[in-house]
């Protein structure tokens, strides 16, 4: 890719998740990585061939790093092109993103992996990661040929939205993962409780009519995942953990040695199952909203570190797929726009610190995947999003670069303008004067 002109950015809030270091500073960006970080609001001599942008003050922190993106391609364009997805995610300061395999054809061979790759290299946007199927078709019977894939570059393998139901297969899966250091992940959810379910189990349910399925169903195929993780020694992340029952069987375990992670989804941090109001189908999600309690224990876990990664849970859907009666509507939101700005309310909210609120996208992710990122440090990738952490942003579904609207966000007010995007040095988004 080319490169773009040496840069300095002076008065900044560096957020550096790594050494933690929250404070003002100036970055110099040359050849695509970065080339010095200083901890003083200006650099005594700059060079004359240097572009200055003076920060004034805005925070300058890792590019986001979102572990969990759905989109349409293949199969399924009109929901969300790579390309679309990569414009999305610049916009909102995601410089990376691993794109879930459970699409149409699913991406469960090493050639399917290399298009993926392909299609990234051709767009030159943000990078983009794809994560293999652990099973052909996502559909939990047959093993896909993991150790291939991995060479042809996938980060790690899921059947995305699809639960594994048989145990041995999931064994066989974590076994073999385990042999060249490959992580897992699954959904914790037990299919036949949760089957034709679009709401959790309770009072609100019951009086809004919605089929409904018991909280206890995530955690029962979660101990049962965990089991199976503590058995094979496997690695195992538990994607999109949403109860407080969960998040205790994870904690017991974790207590074990057991070599598992979790992700949290900025929209269980932030809604609850009452946010769904009069049946607005942007809040049918996969897993359901919880209740209020379920969100309180989710931001204390972040907060604690027992969740230690949040993802946006990006699922484009059009317009038809949501303007349904609200167990009818499919399940998912849009996420990567809004992702900053909504984990930015829960620093403003004091339920976090902004340091660790910004490894929670940073580096927790690329340390999972073993990547450079994640860090302002000489010789890093310069993947960096610099953000007005205190300007009110609208956020407005029509307005949104993804294909698809479908925003639980959509009119709501949140604090967090991204100002500008570089990906390897090169600014793939900035925001209009």
């Known amino acids: 890719m080319p490169q773009s002109q040496p840069t300095a950015f002076i008065n900044a809030r560096l957020v550096d998740p790594e050494s933690r270091y929250d404070g003002p500073g100036c970055l110099v960006v040359a050849e695509g990585v970065i080339a010095d970080v200083t901890r003083r609001p200006t650099i005594d001599s700059l060079s004359a061939d240097l572009r200055v942008v003076d920060c004034a003050g805005a925070m300058l922190a890792p590019g986001l790093i979102d572990l969990r993106v759905k989109t349409g391609e293949p199969g399924a364009e009109p929901k969300e092109t790579l390309k679309s997805a990569s414009r999305a995610a610049a916009a909102g300061g995601v410089t990376s993103i691993v794109v879930q395999p459970d699409t149409d054809p699913a991406v469960d061979d090493p050639a399917m992996v290399d298009f993926i790759l392909r299609r990234a290299r051709d767009i030159e946007l943000v990078h983009v990661y794809p994560a293999g199927a652990a099973t052909r078709d996502c559909a939990g019977e047959r093993m896909t040929e993991m150790g291939l894939m991995r060479e042809a570059g996938a980060v790690y393998f899921t059947d995305g939205d699809h639960s594994i139901v048989n145990s ?223 300007a009110p942003v609208r956020i407005e579904a029509d307005r949104l670069i993804s294909k698809s609207k479908n925003s639980p966000f959509d009119g709501r007010r949140l604090q967090g303008q991204v100002l500008m995007t570089l990906v390897d040095g090169r600014v793939v988004h900035q925001a209009r004067a």
């Open 168 to 390: 041995k297969t999931f064994r066989r899966i974590l076994t073999y993962a385990k042999a060249f250091g490959a992580l897992v992940a699954h959904r914790p959810a037990d299919p036949w409780l949760s089957q034709g379910a679009c709401a959790t189990e309770g009072e609100f349910a019951a009086r809004a009519g919605l089929p409904a399925a018991p909280a206890v169903a995530e955690r029962i195929m979660l101990e049962r995942d965990l089991a199976i993780t503590e058995l094979t020694g496997g690695r195992l992340l538990v994607d999109q953990i949403t109860t407080e029952a969960a998040l205790e069987t994870l904690q017991r375990y974790r207590s074990r040695g057991v070599r598992a992670l979790a992700t949290a989804s900025i929209n269980h941090l932030c809604f609850n199952e009452v946010d769904t109001g009069d049946y607005r189908t942007f809040y049918r999600l996969d897993p359901p909203l919880r209740p209020e309690s379920d969100r309180q224990a989710l931001i204390d876990s972040v907060a604690s570190g027992l969740v230690p990664i949040i993802v946006s849970a990006h699922a484009p859907l059009p317009a038809e797929d949501k303007r349904l009666p609200f167990s009818e509507a499919l399940p998912g939101a849009v996420g990567l726009e809004t992702l900053l700005p909504a984990l930015l309310g829960l620093y403003h909210e004091g339920r976090s610190s902004l340091i660790d609120l910004i490894r929670a996208v940073t580096l927790a992710p690329a340390e999972t995947l073993g990547l450079q990122a994640g860090r302002l440090a000489a010789g890093a990738p310069a993947d960096l999003v610099l953000c007005d952490i205190d």
